[in-house]
């Protein structure tokens, strides 16, 4: 396996850095802006805030849920600064003690309460959202390959662009349509050649990302792309907008009472097909937990390596399976997901510094523009791995 540098947010300016300094108190005055927590709740939340930009990582307490993974997970971080962790670990560490902070683990009424629901539900109830459905229609008239091309595209965009959108956009520098790797033509081989079998979709975010997401699921499934599609969403609220089973189901109703025809079609496909076991949904605390896809655990491993293709959705999940390292941009996508169990295909709207696979040329006429292209999302990714049978 080729190695990296692990990115961490000590250095001021730099972008994990700003994650934490910038990100995370914006993120902060919005969850206790949105909900009506206690003194303690609130102060709690605010002293997570304090320790992770100025003070050191302090082992979690008595009563800490999840205590000792965290204490294995940490072994040699605690007490050192923040800045010193993994970012990735950081992120997850933080993500859990807010939860933590706002009472979703501990006894008592606010137990299971999603700090970021306001922020989820507001969106799906959007007006917008309903335009975005209402694309569907003439989407349906397309031909075929021009259909999956538009369903993939929207799937790969998310809230940036709505079901319409069409591989047509160019950006301010000539690149088509943002994209700087496309296997797309490859992502519909693929599932061409696996035809019938089962494929596994690893969620992003809820809300306005998801409803491409199932949309896409939808086809594949009325299609005979797949005869089982599984999604895996998360075991509980992370990083803001990760879905969870709750967000998923929300979603489904919302397709189901959209006003357009052909939207609560999909909607209603999809709700036979979870009842008929044809779209699984499946969660695992691994989801939750600061590790990389490197690390599954057993029983994971044994779900996803009988799968015909393994789609991994957004910047998070692309950071776990290539793993959260400097790596030259250059090297090839096939050495870092090697480790996974099944052929994998990636649709990733770049959001953070990691990336891979991208052409010499490519990189050199991003990086000339002096725009930080890793990070902004406006660019993005469809990579494609097909993992060669085992002998």
């Known amino acids: 396996m080729p190695t990296a540098p692990v990115i961490r947010s000590a250095a001021p300016g730099s972008f994990p850095w700003s994650v934490f300094h910038e990100r995370?108190?914006?993120?902060?005055?919005?969850?206790?802006?949105?909900?009506?927590?206690?003194?303690?709740?609130?102060?709690?939340?605010?002293?997570?805030l304090t320790e992770s930009t100025t003070g050191v990582l302090e082992p979690p307490g008595?009563?800490?849920?999840?205590?000792?993974?965290?204490?294995?997970?940490?072994?040699?971080?605690?007490?050192?600064?923040?800045?010193?962790?993994?970012?990735?670990?950081?992120?997850?560490?933080?993500?859990?003690?807010?939860?933590?902070?706002?009472g979703w683990f501990r006894p008592g009424a606010w137990r299971g309460i999603d700090p970021f629901g306001?922020?989820?539900?507001?969106?799906?109830?959007?007006?917008a959202v309903d335009d975005e459905l209402a694309a569907l229609e003439p989407l349906g008239e397309l031909p075929r390959r021009q259909r999956e091309e538009a369903l993939l595209a929207s799937a790969l965009w998310g809230n940036r662009a709505d079901l319409s959108f069409g591989m047509t956009a160019t950006d301010d520098d000539g690149a088509a349509s943002g994209l700087v790797v496309d296997d797309g033509a490859?992502?519909?081989?693929?599932?061409?050649?696996?035809?019938?079998?089962?494929?596994?979709?690893?969620?992003?975010?809820?809300?306005?990302?998801?409803?491409?997401?199932?949309?896409l699921v939808d086809h594949l499934l009325t299609e005979g792309l797949a005869a089982e599609v599984v999604l895996?969403?998360?075991?509980?609220p992370y990083f803001v907008s990760d879905a969870t089973t709750a967000d998923l189901l929300a979603t489904v109703e919302r397709l189901r009472a959209a006003p357009s025809p052909r939207a609560a079609a999909v909607g209603r496909r999809l709700w036979r097909a979870l009842g008929a076991g044809e779209l699984a949904v499946?969660?695992?605390?691994?989801?939750?937990?600061?590790?990389?896809?490197?690390?599954?655990?057993?029983?994971?491993?044994?779900?996803?390596?009988?799968?015909?293709?393994?789609?991994?959705?957004?910047?998070?999940?692309?950071?776990?399976?290539?793993?959260?390292?400097?790596?030259?941009?250059?090297?090839?996508?096939?050495?870092?997901?090697?480790?996974?169990?099944?052929?994998?295909a990636a649709l990733r709207t770049l959001k953070s510094e990691v990336v891979v696979g991208v052409e010499p040329a490519v990189v050199a006429r991003l990086d000339a523009t002096g725009a930080g292209w890793r990070t902004g999302g406006r660019y993005a990714v469809v990579q494609v791995h097909r993992r060669p049978p085992e002998r």
């Open 24 to 48: 995370h108190p914006e993120l902060v005055r919005q969850v206790l802006d949105a909900l009506p927590y206690g003194p303690a709740q609130r102060a709690a939340v605010r002293g997570l």
């Open 62 to 102: 008595e009563g800490v849920h999840d205590r000792e993974r965290w204490l294995a997970w940490g072994e040699g971080l605690w007490g050192r600064p923040w800045g010193e962790a993994p970012f990735l670990w950081a992120e997850n560490w933080f993500y859990h003690r807010l939860l933590d902070a706002t």
């Open 118 to 127: 306001p922020f989820k539900a507001a969106e799906l109830a959007g007006p």
């Open 186 to 215: 490859l992502f519909w081989a693929e599932l061409e050649r696996a035809r019938g079998g089962r494929v596994c979709v690893v969620a992003d975010n809820a809300g306005r990302e998801l409803l491409p997401d199932l949309v």
């Open 232 to 236: 895996y969403v998360k075991p509980r």
């Open 282 to 344: 499946r969660t695992h605390a691994f989801f939750c937990a600061p590790l990389t896809f490197h690390e599954l655990p057993a029983e994971l491993r044994a779900e996803f390596a009988g799968a015909a293709l393994t789609v991994f959705k957004g910047d998070l999940n692309y950071r776990r399976l290539v793993g959260d390292r400097l790596w030259p941009p250059t090297t090839p996508f096939a050495d870092v997901v090697e480790h996974f169990p099944s052929s994998v």
